[in-house]
């Protein structure tokens, strides 16, 4: 069977006392109910369950070891039964748990997937981590060199340095998820899940979001900014090494992404789990049945038991012949995602080659090497499809006629209308300044540079009902909300954008793209 996710951490704590006793009936009292739901097995079926047992169902094996080497105490659980959906698919979830010191017991949680008959075969299936994870983290607390927990950490403004520090320290061996806030209303956006990202992600990463949007600025100043992470956006930061410390090695997820992607929580699972079973195991299931057949066969030896002793010789050699079956899926598994990643590289590296600064650490495309507004409200559609922006003919046309010369301005302005605006107006955050939040004019202001007005002047509109009305979705619109730059009659420096919000659809509709309008 081929591993999927892995575990690997220290139960407990050096101020409080732990036996394994106590680690095993959490473990019995989750595989009593999850037995339950899997086959309906009796509970006296477990009554032997902290010392070893066999069950063997038609849906459902559970198979426990108990043992004690070198004066320290172990335990192991398989448990492996047939996928709800393709009955010759199983899946199989092993702990064990092995006394380290200082009070602590490690534990080694691995969830795999095979075909029953041996094949190698494609298939599609969601999975998770055993909920049993987060379970041991809270109630005997964990660390991997640093604390785990099956919440997220808040970062505040006053603990960035730490974090940073605990970014780019060499000790740490858990990736970190970071999770900003929106410069806005100072919150993540809404298509995420914080807690659960932190609750998914117990025992293989640590989870950090911001309080504000305040930390993430602060932590640009510390990283640098092909390291920085803020307005919303989540970041991957991989444990650090000489060789994998620039930034294109630490995935970054804007906004915009996030949303389109529609099960991110998911797919950020997938991908630490995928890695997480190259973590080199400490005492895993098998090892503990290692353990215990070798000491049984020492025993049996000394009594000179020789048809029990061929017995556990059988049973060792079967054993032997499935780890490497299980070895040879694993070896055609990964060859699989060699090619991919090969096939990625080089899709990477063509990238990489296209920049025109590849001697930076940032090897970012940079918005605003336009050639025209035109190109610019171009670029904008291309990037944003599925966009909630409506950009009228009008507008288009006096884009192709407007000579203002700093193009990347437009740009910004349409990104700012379809995330921050339209965030502000449909949640309500642009009717009054609360609790230190953003206004609209703030916002516009820092992030494009440029200054936003709420409305014009009744008698201009008046006037100029050619200019700032027209007609949408079969009514007429007023084009009274826009944004500008500069208000000399120099067609270089100056730029007006008008538009609409239409509350019923939630749109924003655009109108005039050009120099000012008629006043």
């Known amino acids: 069977m081929r591993p999927l996710y892995r575990a690997s951490f220290n139960l407990g704590n050096k101020k409080s006392d732990l036996s394994l006793d106590e680690i095993v009936e959490v473990v019995k009292s989750w595989s009593v109910k999850t037995s339950h739901k899997l086959a309906r097995v009796r509970n006296k079926s477990f009554d032997n369950f902290s010392t070893g047992m066999a069950l063997s169902q038609k849906n459902l094996e559970v198979d426990t070891v108990r043992f004690v080497s070198s004066g320290k105490d172990y335990f192991a659980l398989a448990l492996k039964h047939p996928d709800k959906n393709n009955k010759n698919l199983k899946w199989k979830t092993t702990f064990a748990f092995g006394e380290h010191d200082n009070n602590r017991y490690h534990a080694e949680i691995m969830v795999s997937n095979g075909w029953d008959d041996g094949r190698l075969s494609p298939v599609k299936f969601s999975f998770g981590r055993p909920g049993l994870v987060p379970k041991l983290i809270n109630q005997f607390g964990a660390s991997r060199k640093f604390e785990l927990s ?64 305040f930390p993430s600025f602060k932590l640009e100043k510390i990283v640098g ?44 699972f997938k991908t630490i789990a995928f890695f997480s079973t190259g973590i080199k195991p400490k005492i895993g299931y098998e090892e503990v049945r290692r353990l215990k057949l070798t000491a049984d066969i020492e025993t ?9 002793l061929a017995d556990l010789f059988a049973l060792e050699n079967d054993n032997l012949k499935k780890q490497v079956v299980s070895l040879e899926d694993r070896e055609m598994d990964h060859l699989e995602r060699i090619k991919e990643l090969e096939y990625k590289n080089s899709s990477l590296i063509s990238v990489i080659q296209s920049c025109k600064k590849p001697e930076e650490e940032s090897c970012q495309p940079v918005i605003g090497d336009f050639d025209s507004v035109e190109e610019a409200v171009e670029k904008f559609t291309e990037l944003y499809p599925k966009s909630s922006l409506e950009i009228l003919g009008r507008a288009y046309k006096s884009a192709r006629e407007c000579q203002y010369d700093k193009p990347e301005h437009v740009f910004k302005t349409l990104e700012w209308l379809e995330n921050a605006y339209l965030e502000m107006r449909t949640s309500g955050n642009d009717k009054k300044k609360k609790n230190g939040s953003t206004t609209l004019e703030e916002s516009c202001k820092e992030q494009t540079g440029m200054t936003y007005k709420a409305n014009q002047s009744e008698v201009t509109m008046g006037r100029n009902k050619q200019d700032y009305f027209t007609t949408w ?19 270089k420096s100056t730029l007006r954008i008008a538009f609409h919000y239409d509350s019923d659809s939630k749109k924003v509709v655009v109108g005039y793209i050009g120099m000012h309008q008629k006043n």
């Open 300 to 308: 049996l030896k000394e009594k000179n038991e020789i048809a029990e």
């Open 150 to 213: 099956d919440s997220s950490n808040i970062l505040t403004i006053d603990n960035v340095n730490d974090f940073a520090q605990t970014i780019f320290s060499q000790k740490r061996t858990l990736p970190i998820v970071y999770v900003s806030a929106n410069n806005f209303y100072d919150e993540p956006i809404k298509t995420i899940n914080p807690e659960r990202i932190a609750v998914n992600l117990a025992g293989v990463a640590h989870v950090f979001v911001a309080d504000s949007r």
């Open 473 to 491: 979705g079969g009514k007429n619109i007023c084009l009274e909300e826009h944004i500008g730059k500069g208000s000399s009659f120099d067609p």
């Open 225 to 268: 900014k092909s390291m920085s992470c803020y307005d919303g956006a989540v970041r991957l930061y991989w444990p650090i090494q000489a060789e994998n410390s620039g930034s294109m090695f630490h995935p970054l997820w804007a906004p915009q992404r996030i949303t389109d992607m529609g099960n991110f929580e998911d797919e950020l």
